[in-house]
């Protein structure tokens, strides 16, 4: 009995002198994997417009009711999102959010996609509501700022043909 | 009175309460920082530089706690239960010399509270197990399950290994023919104690590990069963004290092994640099103190009936029979 409490001295002991795993975390950054789930981003199309078109589908999967959706009418004067509706208040709360990725799954669209961000840090509970404008992707370099004039009859379907930004 | 005493003993009091209270502090660092370095972690190295203002983080943190008081509890036993738990620790060091004596300007001091106090191993064991009323009365004045039961099982613990610790004591007080510590530590100028008693010192070191209640005998406090043992009720500054009890109780009974068996503040050249003294036995403590932390890391906490087991039935036997053997061994020898 003896000879095995010293055995196990002598590997604590050694496992002293091996480098330590430990990442120093904020200067080093442990990378996630391709399919980590963290906070979400609201996507566009190559030409500026927004996925989204206020289905609330998102809101009704998700299991921690953190989402809060409002749609309203799309024009042709005044159009973000192809078809007939966009999401004019686009809210998640931080808090509740469990980062499952049902909503992710939900998007007809695939307008909500779970990002590689999980430095998610509030003061105050009201900083933990990430509204639309936190959450929608930058227009890319092809495309306009919505809400946008566009022709008549261009853009009715609310799933069109169109281009991912690349 | 001569008054030049008293400034002298104000000072070394205030030497032995700073010596305690950083030293504390700055155990639960090493402790961490050890800890981790044996999981292959780093420990913690964010508040100043290498983590050395973690303690005074802790504290700080600590101070401001919220104090809460059980409402059934019985709140003036449960208010001195941590008091009477963190003297001990603090008046134990008192009989200690950290040096040879030294004199400044034509004036001779021991580098000792009390001075040479002739039954100074006495007072050690007499005060060492004073701090079991203090946790036994925390975990019966807490009105908590858990922390009854940790009292009960403290008490036990002590009483058990009390004995040990006394029959440790016995052998340097045997080879040294005196109960005062500085008798015994000057014994040890030709060859320290541990040589002559191996057996005596690993008796000892298991005994004052179980004494202050540190892995694997943690059983007062054992995480999972009991949640904390016998504070779980207590908050803020008084759960410190609880801690500042055990770790003031770690560093003190180093400086007891040190002093009995590691040849206390004994090294070469002592003799011409007296102030080299206090040096060694601060080397020899943090050895002991390293090694108690190994061992938390190392060994799984032991059953508590085996703990009960472990004591009664074979370190009692083999702590009398090193005592018969170093008794006659003496007698024959003719003296050490």
Not at chain 1, 108 to 128: C, K, M, Q, W
Not at chain 2, 6 to 25: C, D, P, R
Not at chain 2, 251 to 280: C, E, M, N, R, W
Request: charged share 20%; net charge neutral; glycine share 8%.
């Amino acid at each position: 009995m003896l000879a095995a409490l010293l055995k196990g001295l002598w590997t604590t002991l050694r496992s002293m002198f091996e480098p330590p795993v430990t990442y120093q975390y904020p200067e080093v950054k442990r990378p996630v994997r391709d399919r980590y789930k963290g906070r979400h981003y609201l996507q566009r199309y190559d030409n500026g417009l927004e996925k989204c078109i206020g289905c609330s589908l998102c809101a009704v999967a998700c299991p921690a009711d953190a989402i809060f959706v409002e749609s309203s009418e799309n024009t042709d004067e005044n159009r973000y999102s192809p078809g007939e509706r966009y999401a004019s208040t686009y809210e998640i709360n931080m808090l509740r959010c469990i980062f499952c990725g049902y909503c992710e799954d939900a998007c007809p669209t695939e307008a909500i996609v779970l990002g590689h961000n999980y430095e998610l840090s509030f003061t105050n509970r009201r900083d933990a509501i990430y509204t639309k404008d936190m959450l929608i992707n930058p227009v890319s370099i092809a495309g306009q700022p919505t809400p946008m004039k566009v022709e008549a009859g261009q853009f009715d379907r609310a799933i069109p043909e169109m281009e991912d930004p690349k | 009175m001569d008054p030049a005493l008293l400034v002298e003993w104000l000072v070394k009091s205030g030497v032995i309460i700073f010596l305690i209270l950083t030293g504390f502090a700055y155990l639960t660092l090493f402790e961490r920082r050890v800890l981790a370095r044996i999981q292959v972690r780093i420990g913690p190295n964010r508040a100043g530089p290498l983590g050395l203002l973690q303690p005074l983080a802790d504290g700080i943190k600590l101070l401001f706690k919220e104090e809460v008081i059980p409402d059934k509890a019985d709140k003036v036993i449960f208010i001195l239960a941590p008091v009477l738990t963190v003297i001990p620790a603090f008046v134990l060091l008192a009989v200690i010399p950290l040096g040879p004596e030294i004199s400044i300007l034509g004036r001779s001091y021991s580098l000792s509270l009390a001075g040479d106090v002739n039954v100074g191993v006495l007072y050690l064991l007499a005060v060492a197990s004073i701090s079991v009323y203090g946790i036994v009365l925390a975990g019966w004045s807490s009105n908590n399950k858990y922390a009854l039961l940790g009292g009960l099982r403290s008490a036990a613990q002590m009483i058990s290994y009390e004995l040990v610790l006394g029959l440790a004591f016995i052998g340097p007080i045997l080879l040294a023919n005196s109960m005062s510590l500085k008798d015994i530590i000057q014994a040890q100028s030709r060859v320290w104690f541990i040589v002559l008693q191996p057996i005596g010192f690993l008796l000892f070191l298991v005994a004052s590990i179980a004494e202050v209640n540190r892995a694997p005998f943690d059983m007062p406090e054992a995480e999972q069963e009991l949640t904390a043992g016998y504070h779980v009720e207590y908050s803020g500054m008084k759960f410190a004290l609880f801690f500042m009890a055990e770790y003031g109780k770690m560093i003190v009974v180093s400086f007891i092994t040190a002093s009995l068996f590691l040849g206390g503040y004994l090294g070469p050249f002592v003799d011409k640099l007296p102030l080299l003294g206090p040096i060694y036995l601060l080397v020899k403590v943090t050895l002991i103190l390293f090694f108690m932390i190994w061992v938390r890391a190392t060994w799984p906490r032991i059953r508590y009936d085996r703990l009960m087991a472990l004591g009664w039935k074979v370190l009692l036997p083999i702590g009398l029979l090193n005592i018969i053997i170093t008794a006659i061994l003496v007698i024959l020898v003719g003296g050490y």
